[in-house]
């Protein structure tokens, strides 16, 4: 993607897109695009969270904007995502099973 800061995250995620769609039936194109289906946009919200979640350490800023580049959205949608996933993890323990399930094709491990 040209003139888009490349994350360690992201990358994981572009390289992972296979076994992502493997796994969820949903193609890395359909997680950048504009669709809002209710699969793709909870896939879509974990990714952000988990980048979000990767990074936030790292900047003294969070990040948003870089996040939000890497998958065509506004920063504010990055904020979202992240508590939207939050709350999710935070009320729903099958959720967090979920989370933790992409964890794992992403990076390999769970780690958050």
């Known amino acids: 993607m040209p003139g888009v800061v490349q994350l360690n995250t992201f990358m994981n995620v572009l390289e992972s897109a296979p076994k992502l769609q493997k796994s969820f039936n949903?193609?890395?194109d359909n997680i950048l695009s504009k669709k809002r289906t209710r699969k793709i946009v909870m896939?879509?919200?974990i990714l952000m969270y988990l980048e979000?979640?990767?990074h936030y350490k790292?900047?003294?800023h969070p990040g948003w904007s870089?996040?939000?580049k890497n998958y065509n959205r506004h920063?504010?949608?990055i904020i979202h995502a992240a508590k939207v996933v939050t709350n999710?993890?935070?009320h729903y323990p099958d959720f967090k099973l979920?989370?933790?399930e992409i964890q794992e094709i992403i990076w390999g491990e769970i780690r958050y």
């Open 26 to 28: 949903v193609s890395l």
């Open 75 to 77: 920063y504010s949608s």
């Open 58 to 60: 790292e900047w003294e």
């Open 66 to 68: 870089v996040i939000g």
């Open 88 to 90: 999710e993890i935070n």
């Open 43 to 45: 896939i879509r919200h």
């Open 52 to 54: 979000h979640k990767e």
């Open 98 to 100: 979920l989370v933790d």
